[in-house]
């Protein structure tokens, strides 16, 4: 899977005759990515589509439009000079950003409008609270209520991102869990009723990779899709995780977009200061990262040495509870893009005995978008 040397993998690259694929999508902050993947994990066609208004408070009644066009690029790419047996699309696959929150109507409460907060727990806080006081969910949840009470009031759930897709798509209202160890992370029904939030506000879990029903006979005319699942990976996070493969222990990537991750799988729970530790996507592994919010705001020379010394930490810990530092690091999203910019991060990581490429797809969300759908499905891995 893995490559030293990055491709150009942005325009479309519609390719003859193929009989099956997955259409991975991912709902981003400001544009949805789209790719036809095939059973064998090869992209045959790839696209981003921006939003018109990405800070618009009702961004999300657009992902659908965006979806459309996405389809259409795909599908019906200008760029081929004679007919082609078009794709047989085997399901639908869809993640994107969190802890974004959307009501029935698309009014948006995105992840990133706020500064990040912990849940405010004291000894006034209902009991179930306390587990919860590292969740990323239910602070955005109070948030909402009280800063938009109106639509919060009238509107039957609350969705994360690629969930409100999926429910426009299906008609069915689910919340994705990537693990049940990430529960904490979320809610559970009591803490949602200690804080005296609606019973049935937030939709219940379902698994990552849920068949979440198929494409509403509305959706199949708007997208020109027929009667094909749609299949929940949920946070965009989890399907870069699985598009790398840092899902075994001692694999690591580098998630770079406008912030960037540096994401290391581990089989024992590591908590220290200057990273975050949350399960893995395997039952008994863990990931533990490094976090650089602002990445792609900082000057170059600044944001090598922020990378630099997140890997520097992850090393330290593992030496430190003997595990094996990797030798190879899989990067992903906007900044792998960037072919100068990979050219001195390559070199700086080299001073670290660390390799830096790329997977068969540079935006690792779709790639893992299509792993879990081909599984799922057709229970066959990309």
């Known amino acids: 899977m893995m490559q030293k040397k990055k491709k150009n ?11 099956e694929c997955v259409l991975a999508v991912d709902v981003g902050s400001t544009a949805l990515k789209a790719a036809l993947i095939d059973r064998e994990g090869k992209v045959a066609s790839i696209c981003s589509l921006p939003y018109s208004a990405p800070e618009n408070r009702y961004v999300a009644e657009g992902w659908i439009w965006a979806l459309k066009g996405a389809v259409d690029k795909l ?12 794709p047989q699309i085997k399901a639908i696959a869809i993640s994107g950003n969190g802890p974004t929150l959307v009501s029935e109507t698309g009014l948006t409460l995105r992840w990133n409008e706020y500064p990040a907060a912990r849940l405010n727990v004291d000894e006034t806080s209902p009991d179930e609270a306390h587990e919860f006081s590292n969740s990323i969910f239910l602070p955005r949840i109070l948030l909402f209520r009280d800063l938009i009470s109106d639509e919060y009031e009238a509107s039957a759930h609350l969705f994360s991102g690629p969930e409100y897709l999926i429910w426009q798509l299906t008609g ?15 809610w559970n029904r009591e803490v949602l009723e200690g ?12 698994e990552l990779g849920h ?5 509403l006979p509305n959706a199949q005319e708007l997208l020109g899709l027929g009667d094909i699942p749609v299949i929940g990976v949920g946070p965009d996070f989890i399907a870069a995780l699985i598009g790398t493969e840092t899902t075994e222990a001692g694999r690591i990537c580098d998630r770079a977009g406008s912030s960037e991750g540096i994401n290391m799988c581990v089989d024992k729970e590591i908590r220290a200061e200057g990273v975050r530790t949350l399960p893995g996507v395997k039952a008994g592994l863990w990931n533990i990262s490094v ?17 630099t010394d997140g890997l520097l930490l992850l090393k330290k810990l593992a030496a430190e509870n003997n595990i094996n530092f990797p030798k190879v690091i899989t990067t992903t999203g906007g900044q792998a893009k960037n072919e100068a910019y990979f050219e001195k991060k390559r070199a700086a990581l080299a001073k670290l005995g660390l390799e830096l490429v790329v997977g068969s797809c540079v935006d690792a969300e779709l790639e893992g978008d299509a792993k879990v759908a081909w599984e799922r499905v057709c229970h066959c891995r990309a």
């Open 9 to 19: 993998l942005q325009k479309a690259r519609p390719r003859h005759n193929m009989a």
């Open 75 to 86: 599908l019906h790419s200008t760029a081929v000079p004679e007919p082609v047996e078009g």
């Open 172 to 186: 069915n209202a689910v919340t994705i869990l990537p693990e049940p160890r990430y529960e904490t992370a979320y």
């Open 195 to 206: 804080f005296g939030i609606m019973t049935g506000k937030m939709p219940d879990f379902v």
């Open 211 to 215: 068949n979440c029903g198929s494409l």
């Open 291 to 307: 976090l650089i919010p602002d990445s792609a705001s900082l000057p170059e020379e600044l944001r090598l040495q922020k990378v």
